[in-house]
């Protein structure tokens, strides 16, 4: 089992920058691949960025590449994204969420494919 807490958000003007976290519990954080999502009133959760196991392999949606970083740090169990160059299309509950990888450096960006999620954290950008 794992759980997944997520923290900073919050309301920030167009342009400023966050940065989520997203703790974990349990002792085998570095075999999950983590991912970040979103999801925005009336829309689907969407898939953000995403990071594998080990490795820093990395990878985003087109609408926040050059914008967003996502990095982990497996001895603290926790995982980040940085947000910079915030846009009110960016507006929307950010979920962390983990997928079982064993020693795969594989990244899904499907929302179905992971195992744990986090309750999410409020990110609103004002114009």
């Known amino acids: 089992q794992v759980q997944l807490v997520e923290s900073g958000g919050g309301l920030v003007q167009a342009g400023g920058s966050l940065r989520l976290s997203c703790a974990a519990s349990g002792r085998t954080f570095s075999m999950y691949a983590m991912g970040w999502f979103r999801q925005a009133p009336g829309k689907e959760r969407e898939f953000a960025a995403g990071i594998s196991t080990v490795g820093g392999r990395t990878y985003y949606t087109d609408s926040v590449k050059g914008r967003f970083t996502i990095s982990r740090d497996n001895a603290k169990n926790t995982v980040y994204l940085e947000m910079n160059g915030l846009k009110p299309e960016d507006t929307a509950v950010y979920y962390c969420?983990?997928?079982?990888?064993?020693?795969?450096?594989?990244?899904?960006?499907?929302?179905?494919?992971?195992?744990?999620w986090g309750q999410g954290t409020q990110v609103t950008v004002s114009s």
């Open positions: 969420a983990a997928d079982y990888r064993g020693l795969s450096v594989q990244i899904t960006t499907t929302p179905g494919e992971y195992d744990y």
